[in-house]
């Protein structure tokens, strides 16, 4: 494969603190150029300094100023379902509260559509967030919850990416009403079986309206026992201890964190467990943001996600979600881009995405502005001109 040099980058955020500035964890590289081979990032460095060599073997590419950043990594994301629930968003907006238990109008639906619908569904979401800068997807199952239902959601989402996560308890279907310990005997059961094989990650929505923290750790603890890896859903609704749960278990990931106490950011501070922020949640919900700028300044480790679904987040957009962090959450341009990538690929642990140095995948987007603050500073504005995935173009908008 021709190797691809693309120069004249005005700025080029490498999320690799050796290759920028002290202590600056976007490494930030003004006037560069990176080298694209075999998928992978080859060599990046300064335009001045590109080897003679690389511009006689290379296909050159001018990015003419633009700034370049790693592909956005997405580590929360409901993309395989049915139906809709617009009427549900009306309703909300003229004053009626979030609740869990819309889920289950999702899973009516999901279950009626066939495999062709939802696969077809599934891919014009994923085009979706490529085309908007998304390189690297997880999809969560949650909304068949029968082990057969749940079993061809985890199939479907693993034809698009390797970050499938079970979701069997998200929350309990209405054939198990009141009977919630049932429903977890038929998750951590036949349903666990029929969906690890197809599955790299455990999750539970740990939160009033779904389950306790020890129904939720009964099923991280058989997906773990299953050979999947835990995430977790807490502190979405209102304060309790999936935070700590999450902690405890050593969990990638812990998701909303949107009321935590004092005792929650510890926990999060003295550990390897990502905060993982959706304020297209709060957003269309209404519901308070997340304090972002509490958990960095406690040196916790943040990703930010669009938790794409039909209730509660119906955005695929990072550069949205990117200026809701720095307008509502206190977090600034280069703190959410870093967290839109870096800590997207923390929260999935992962070291070949969210950065753009030598040795990690050339999934990289170009912008058409000079720099990443405009995703902030523009909001609503299609700023992505070009999106590489696994150093192979995807996606080219006009550049003006």
């Not at 907006?93 to 066939?114: C, F, K, N, Q």
């Not at 279907?173 to 009977?179: H, L, T």
């Not at 209404?286 to 794409?308: F, K, S």
């Not at 990538?341 to 969210?354: E, P, W, Y």
Request: hydrophobic share 45%; proline share 5%; with cysteine.
């Amino acid at each position: 494969m021709t190797a691809a040099l693309l120069s004249d980058i005005g700025l080029l955020v490498t999320n690799d603190p050796r290759l920028g500035g002290a202590g600056e964890k976007t490494g930030e590289l003004r006037d560069a150029a990176l080298l694209i081979q075999d998928g992978r990032v080859a060599w990046v460095g300064a335009s001045s300094e590109i080897p003679a060599a690389m511009l006689d073997s290379a296909d050159v590419t001018s990015m003419r100023g633009s700034a370049v950043i790693p592909g956005f990594v997405d580590s929360h994301s409901h993309l395989v379902f049915g139906g809709d629930r617009s009427a549900e968003f009306e309703a909300r907006m003229a004053g009626r509260p979030y609740e869990a238990g819309g889920i289950r109008s999702t899973v009516a639906a999901t279950r009626a559509a066939t495999d062709n619908e939802l696969l077809a569904r599934l891919h014009g979401f994923v085009e979706e967030m490529i085309a908007q800068g998304t390189t690297t997807i997880e999809v969560k199952s949650g909304y068949g919850l029968s082990a057969a239902d749940e079993a061809r959601l985890v199939r479907l989402a693993a034809m698009v990416t390797d970050e499938v996560t079970f979701l069997g308890a998200h929350v309990v279907p209405a054939e198990f009403a009141g009977r919630a310990d049932d429903y977890l005997d038929l998750v951590v059961g036949e349903m666990l079986t029929a969906c690890a094989p197809h599955s790299r990650w455990i999750d539970v929505f740990c939160e009033t309206g779904a389950f306790t923290v020890e129904q939720s750790k009964r099923v991280l603890e058989a997906g773990m026992a299953a050979g999947l890896s835990p995430r977790v859903h807490a502190s979405q609704l209102g304060p309790g201890a999936g935070v700590r749960l999450a902690v405890e278990l050593g969990a990638a990931s812990v998701d909303h964190c949107t009321y935590l106490d004092d005792e929650d950011v510890a926990a999060l501070s003295g550990s390897e467990t990502v905060a993982t922020l959706l304020p297209g949640v709060e957003f269309s919900t209404r519901q308070p943001y997340p304090n972002a700028r509490r958990l960095i300044d406690a040196g916790v480790t943040v990703a930010i996600a669009c938790d794409t679904n039909p209730g509660s987040s119906f955005t695929s957009s990072m550069p949205f979600c990117i200026a809701l962090a720095v307008r509502e959450m206190g977090m600034t341009p280069a703190e959410a881009v870093w967290a839109a990538t870096a800590g997207g690929a923390q929260a999935l642990r992962r070291t070949d995405v969210g950065r753009l140095s030598p040795g990690a995948r050339a999934d990289l987007v170009q912008l058409k502005t000079p720099s990443y603050v405009h995703l902030a500073y523009r909001p609503g504005v299609p700023l992505i001109s070009r999106v590489w995935k696994d150093g192979i173009p995807r996606v080219e908008h006009s550049s003006r």
